[in-house]
């Protein structure tokens, strides 16, 4: 069986099994199993899969099937542009969240060193990629990565080791029921992507998530707000005047965020969509309060 031949019946699998990017994944099996760039893969399309790689492949085609994630099978996924180890129990970063990154970013982009939060960090993707963006223009910016689940802490902990010592000098990551555990530190800016699903909004998920992605991440109470109610009560006391804050937000959650943080004092309140359109982030800074 040919590289070519393999794609095609794994592609076949994946599609009878509901899969919707069928084909687009049973390539990236074969890429992860051969190390090949998708253009080597089309140059090596009619090499003979040994038969290790077939069966090793054609494993993973058939737990795919069951809806169980790529990125867990892998144990890695891409954001930013960074590869991040990815791991059960902890949320699978989201293409959408990089419209945060890139806004709290370029929010910044004159200022020198700051004081970073990344709540309910899971992976460290939010935190971490920040760090690494800002440190391409020579900043070294102090980040905490903050949640509350030990599997969080495990997930963080490993990619921000994996990105170098100077990663690891300059993040920490702290265990807390959000800002339980934080003390008298004070930040110049919140980054969060909380849960903000509505409870029964969650048993509708498609398979991959609802049964395999962690609820705990997920699921925002009855109306998908409490946690913006904590954040947004809470934060003041762990901010410098004028810091940054930036929060992902469900598709139709802006008016309700932004009432809620008007009850809180907050102004200078504003949207960013993202790519499709969507309400997809709530900015404001720690001003007039």
Known sequence: MTLSEMIKSGADMLRDAGIDNYSGEAKDICIYLTGYSSAELFMHGNDEASPEMSARYMDIVRKRSTHYPLQYIFGETCFMGYTFKCME????PR?????LVAAAVESVKDRDSIRVLDMCTG??????????ERAKSGVRDKVTLADISDYAIEASSENRKNFGEKCEEDIEIIKTDLFSELGGMK?????????????EECDRLETDVREFEPRLALDGDSDGLTFYRRIISEMGAYLYDGA???MEIGFDQYEDVRKLMEAEGYDDISLIKDLSGLDRVVSCRNLNR
Do not use: K
Not at 89 to 92: H, P, T
Not at 95 to 99: A, F, G
Not at 123 to 132: D, E, H, P
């Open 89 to 92: 129990n902890v949320l699978i």
């Open 123 to 132: 992976t460290g993707c939010i935190g971490i990629s920040f760090y690494l």
């Open 244 to 246: 940054y804050i930036f």
């Open 187 to 199: 930040y110049d800016m919140l980054l969060t992507n909380p849960p903000y699903i509505p409870t």
């Open 95 to 99: 293409y959408d969240t990089e419209n």
